[in-house]
């Protein structure tokens, strides 16, 4: 009953945190009020499980996240992984019909800033959900709730970040002139939202899967860093994709849209992007790092 109860302050606190600082950080950030949101939320939860105790001498080694000889070229094996496969997948959605080549009026100045930006955004997000998804929850299921069997760590995980994801995507409107209420509606949403499940379930499916290909590249090599070169590669593709392309409002259940994982040809890009990482990342054998690694379910 403890244990439920710190669990519920926990996530009030972030959420308090959040609805206060959104408003006052969206008046400098050049960012959506519900992305702010987003943002604080997750630098919360990371500082709160900082506070907590969940962070020791060795937690970046139990992690994964240990910088070694191998991490800059998982960092940068998983950049170059995840993009081809996006660049064909907005190609098939152009033949498709879906979209079309439409380039930024924007200067050379322009561009730069805003792939600087994209780049940027893939680094923080990339990091911070990394760490937080597959280094402290991964670790934390695989370590103490399933003793150290990888099969289930994994679909746990996955379906964490995925429903957390779809919660995030499903904010209410808000105006041109947000502050501390739009804050508390955006705290409040996610359960409302949970009755439209009908018409949003392919993205749910779409970040599991999403998730799987991540989670399984750190359990596979007990490193951080090829999902993190997966996540950066992924984020930055459709913070920029829009520059070169306009798509229709709306997508289709087989396309989806230019986010890749709502639509079932998004789903089977996902699982290339999963195959092709078993054949770029070598399975590390389990030394110091944590537990026995075992397949079993």
Known sequence: MRGLAKCAAFIVGVLAVSVVLTPALHGFLPFPFDKIFNRVRMVAVLVGIISLGGFRRDTLKRFGMQ??????????????????????????????????????????????????????????????????????????????????????????????????????????????????????????????????????????????????????????????YPSIGLHIGSVFFLRSVKLFSRFQPSGSMVWGTYRVYDGMVGWVFLVMMGLLSLRVFPETTPGNSGPPVSASG
């Not at 934390?140 to 379906?159: M, N």
């Not at 995925?162 to 995030?168: K, V």
């Not at 508390?184 to 749910?204: H, M, N, V």
Request: aromatic share 12%.
């Open 67 to 224: 910088w070694t000889v191998e991490s800059r070229r998982f960092l940068w094996t998983g950049f170059v992984t995840a993009l081809p496969l996006l660049v064909l997948y907005t190609a098939g959605e152009m033949l498709a019909g879906h979209a079309q080549m439409q380039l930024r009026p924007l200067t050379p100045l322009g561009w730069a800033q805003k792939l600087v930006d994209a780049l940027a955004t893939g680094v923080a997000v990339g990091i911070a959900e990394e760490f937080l998804f597959r280094g402290f929850v991964f670790t934390s299921l695989r370590d103490t709730v399933f003793s150290g069997r990888v099969r289930p760590s994994v679909l746990v995980t996955s379906g964490v970040y995925a429903l957390i994801h779809y919660l995030s995507i499903r904010n209410p409107p808000i105006g041109p002139d947000p502050g501390l209420a739009d804050s508390l509606r955006l705290a409040l949403t996610p359960p409302r939202f949970l009755g439209d499940w009908q018409t949003s379930w392919p993205s749910l499916v779409g970040l599991f899967l999403f998730g799987v290909v991540l989670t399984g590249c750190a359990a596979r090599t007990r490193s951080l």
